[in-house]
Every structure is written in C-alpha cells, then in structure tokens.
C-alpha cells in the first residue's frame, strides 16, 4: 500500500466499525472523535489485513461508484467499468476500512466539509 500523505488538510475516510448492544441504546450517544483517536492508536500485528475487491452498487443511480482519474467520485460507472473495481482494505480484525480505486489508486476521502473526493 502507498503511504497516504500527511499533513493535508484532508481526512482520509476511515470508516470505524462500532459494536453497541441493546443495553447502551439508553444512553448518551457515542463520543465518535474520542473513539476514533483511541482506535487510530493501537497497532494491531496480530491480525490480517484483509485485501478484495469490489463493485459497489448504488440503488439510486443503479450503477456503480467510481473513483476516476480526475478524483472525481461518483456512482455513475456500468457494471465492469475499470474505474468501478474497488480494493478494500482492512486491518485490526475489520474495525477499519480503506476503499481505493483499483486503476486510479485514489483512496476514497472527504476533505473537512464532508465532500467525497479521491486522494
Ligand atoms: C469527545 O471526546 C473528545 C476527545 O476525548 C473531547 O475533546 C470532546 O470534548 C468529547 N465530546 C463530548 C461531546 O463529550
């Protein structure tokens, strides 16, 4: 995997899967930056990375989201489109997930408004 550059004024998308169970749902809402940074600091050699591939539909647009060379992301690709081949990534047993483009090597990213772009 190529190293993401730092110090950018984007945020990578890192997507932090959360277990809760019944007994929580009574309470405050999770503190997501509080869980984020304490995930972003444990080091995990123990389990796999796990690397496929993907389409990602959308029932929207009925097509498939695509990571282009211009960095543009959209769910505007036919089924097989070059650009709609996703590589997912996860590591630390699947709590994190990186998505690229498997032609562009743009990751999937939001810059701090919220804004879907490829990095
Ligand atoms: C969430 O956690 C962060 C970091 O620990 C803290 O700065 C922030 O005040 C917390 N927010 C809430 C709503 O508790």
Same mark, same amino acid.
């Given at each position: 995997?190529?190293?993401?550059? #730092? =110090?950018?004024?984007?945020?990578? &998308?890192?997507?932090?899967?959360?277990?809760?169970? $019944?007994?929580?749902?009574?309470?405050?809402?999770?503190?997501?930056?509080?869980?984020?940074?304490?995930?972003?600091?444990?080091?995990?050699?123990?389990?796999?990375?796990?690397?496929?591939?993907?389409?990602?539909?959308?029932?929207? #647009? =009925?097509?498939?989201?695509?990571? &282009?060379?211009?960095?543009?992301?959209?769910?505007? $690709?036919?089924?097989?489109?070059?650009?709609?081949?996703?590589?997912?990534?996860?590591?630390?047993?699947?709590?994190?997930?990186?998505?690229?483009?498997?032609?562009?090597?743009?990751?999937?990213?939001?810059?701090?408004?919220?804004?879907?772009?490829?990095?």
């Amino acid at each position: 995997m190529r190293a993401l550059p #730092s =110090g950018l004024s984007y945020l990578c &998308l890192h997507l932090f899967a959360l277990c809760y169970y $019944a007994q929580v749902t009574n309470q405050s809402p999770p503190n997501f930056t509080q869980h984020v940074s304490e995930q972003s600091k444990l080091t995990d050699r123990v389990s796999r990375r796990l690397i496929r591939i993907y389409q990602l539909y959308s029932r929207t #647009s =009925g097509k498939h989201v695509q990571v &282009l060379p211009n960095k543009k992301i959209n769910a505007m $690709a036919e089924d097989g489109d070059v650009h709609a081949k996703l590589v997912v990534e996860t590591d630390t047993f699947g709590s994190r997930v990186r998505i690229k483009g498997a032609e562009t090597g743009f990751y999937i990213c939001m810059n701090k408004r919220g804004k879907l772009i490829g990095k």
